[in-house]
């Protein structure tokens, strides 16, 4: 594994990674984060239908981490069901099992979900129980720790006391997670990270690591009101200096895919059409707003100031990928996309292609 991004099963997301080069699909072990589906007044959003779509997008022989979202706004009863902890979380244990028949390598994502109604020991024996099926029945497995999160000693007593010296090498892998970096903190968060890395490797022997993180804003306003803005992908510099520091162990880079880890559900018929471009360190956009034009003669307007920048110029001779496709024909006048929606997939296919090529070429 070289590249672990945590992918959200949106519509936008996964139109982003359905248009990735199967080259690139097949570098990258991607974190699918469920969702519910949309709404409808029939129903609260299966899952199944997030299932088909993986299934659609990336095949069912590629190895992939499944994991249950926490967005509180992207739940369902299903999904509440699945994060369930009696039992040993029986129905997410179920879940996978029948999962495994589907895609033979998919690889579990533990679910600790804490339960104030019962006590600390009936909490700590169910997740037991799942991690005695997972072990049992999965080659390998991912614990999720967000670097706010000081309970993981808890969490990874049990996961010792069952796997042993030897095996927990072999089995875990500990997904590190900044969550939002903000600008110009990578070097502050890299050391929150090497030092939560090395107590974890001292204290249980784990040796295999993903970082992940995100710079991207929920809002770009947030940033900036000027219409052209360059972002620090602060992740890629968080990874890279704990790799630096630690060369002993196997740290896998990890991202939100240049996404946002909150949704942001603010609906407006009147957005400012924006392009985003990610390169290898820095993520920019330009962006204007639509004043008698059609949403179309803005994009390209909007487009064509992409491809003259430099940075843009230089990315397109590094990678060819969908969404560099979608920002030349849209510069050209064409017909793409004319919601927001449909240039988060762009910037996120674009994000998936430099990072994998940039990872893979280590």
Request: proline letters at 2%.
């Amino acid at each position: 594994m070289k590249y672990i991004p945590i992918i959200k099963t949106g519509n936008a997301e996964i139109k982003g990674v359905g248009f990735l080069d199967d080259s690139i699909k097949d570098t990258i072990t991607p974190i699918f984060e469920l969702t519910r589906s949309r709404k409808t007044k029939l129903s609260e959003g299966p899952i199944f239908k997030k299932l088909d779509k993986i299934e659609e997008i990336f095949g069912v022989a590629r190895p992939f981490i499944l994991d249950l979202t926490s967005d509180e706004r992207l739940l369902n009863t299903e999904i509440r069901s699945l994060q369930n902890s009696v039992d040993g979380y029986k129905n997410w244990c179920d879940f996978l099992f029948r999962q495994k028949k589907r895609f033979p390598k998919v690889i579990p994502m533990l679910q600790i979900v804490e339960d104030e109604t019962i006590t600390v020991e009936k909490n700590r024996d169910n997740l037991k129980k799942q991690i005695e099926f997972v072990v049992l029945n999965f080659d390998i497995f991912f614990y999720q720790n967000r670097i706010t999160d000081d309970c993981y000693e808890d969490d990874l007593s049990i996961v010792y006391s069952i796997l042993g010296e030897s095996d927990i090498k072999k089995k875990l892998y500990c997904c590190i997670d900044s969550v939002f970096i903000n600008q110009n903190k990578a070097l502050d968060v890299s050391k929150e990270v090497i030092e939560r890395i090395r107590d974890i490797n001292q204290k249980f022997n784990i040796v295999n690591f993903s970082t992940a993180g995100t710079s991207f804003p929920k809002s770009v306003s947030d940033c900036s009101a000027d219409d052209s803005v360059t972002v620090k992908l602060e992740e890629v510099a968080v990874w890279d200096k704990v790799v630096n520091s630690i060369k002993d162990l196997n740290i896998i880079y990890g991202d939100y895919g240049s996404v946002n880890q909150e949704r942001n559900d603010i609906v407006t018929n009147r957005w400012i059409p924006r392009i985003d471009v990610s390169t290898n360190d820095i993520l920019f956009y330009y962006r204007k707003r639509k004043e008698g034009d059609t949403y179309l003669s803005t994009y390209a307007n909007v487009a064509k100031r992409v491809v003259d920048d430099l940075r843009y110029k230089s990315l397109g001779s590094f990678i060819h990928c969908w969404g560099i496709e979608q920002i030349e024909k849209t510069s050209r006048g064409e017909k793409t996309g004319l919601s927001p929606s449909f240039w988060i997939s762009v910037r996120l296919n674009i994000h998936l292609t430099v990072q994998a090529a940039l990872k893979n070429a280590i």
